[in-house]
């Protein structure tokens, strides 16, 4: 069974540029979140969806959007990029919303804006 | 929700027990707690979830005392590709939202 795919996995983009990044739950997830992963430090919490509405989001900017499509899949978009927004992006897929469930990883997309 | 905090790092060698120790001082009672695995690039991957007592699966054990206010992630016979970033989270049992707070981890160095 195919696991959590992302792509692109590796992106450069140039700052004030707009990037899409797409995530495919595992079959059977409805529920997909977004992390973004500065080096060194912890996966931070930026959206959930579930059933197509968001669920829940985190203390990021308007400049980060995202959508959840009737397949379950999702896309992150990222606005105006930054140096900052310099990360790891990774999709997590789980079958329900609560908190306690089991969170499936994809490898990530490692963005670069320079 | 309830901060969570571990060691920064840990070496350890092959062959060895690898007993890492979270502490969550203010863990509510629906809180459950739950352990993570990262390799570099790539994304976590979970590895236990407990509530109380001990758990135990084919990957790792989970020490929770009656408090709850810490919590023992145990490795046992660890082996150079343990080497990861393992990450302790306390979450509330079925939030409105999956949020995972992730802290800063615990890297742990698995030698020859």
Known sequence: D?????????????????????????????????????????????????????????????????????????????????????????????????????AFFGQGTRLTVV | LAKTTQPISMDSYEGQEVNITCSHNNIATNDYITWYQQFPSQGPRFIIQGYKTKVTNEVASLFIPADRKSSTLSLPRVSLSDTAVYYCLVAPLKAAGNKLTFGGGTRVLVKP
């Not at chain 1, 912890?42 to 968001?54: A, C, L, T």
């Open chain 1, 2 to 102: 195919a696991g959590v795919t992302q792509s692109p996995t590796h992106l450069i983009k140039t700052r004030g540029q707009h990037v899409t990044l797409r995530c495919s739950p595992i079959s059977g997830h409805k529920s997909v979140s977004w992390y973004q992963q500065v080096l060194g430090q912890g996966p931070q919490f930026i959206f959930q969806y579930y059933e197509k509405e968001e669920r829940g989001r985190g203390n990021f900017p308007d400049r980060f959007s995202a959508r959840q499509f009737p397949n379950y899949s999702s896309e992150l978009n990222v606005n105006a990029l930054l140096l900052g927004d310099s990360a790891l992006y990774l999709c997590a897929s789980s079958l329900v919303v609560a908190s306690n469930t089991e």
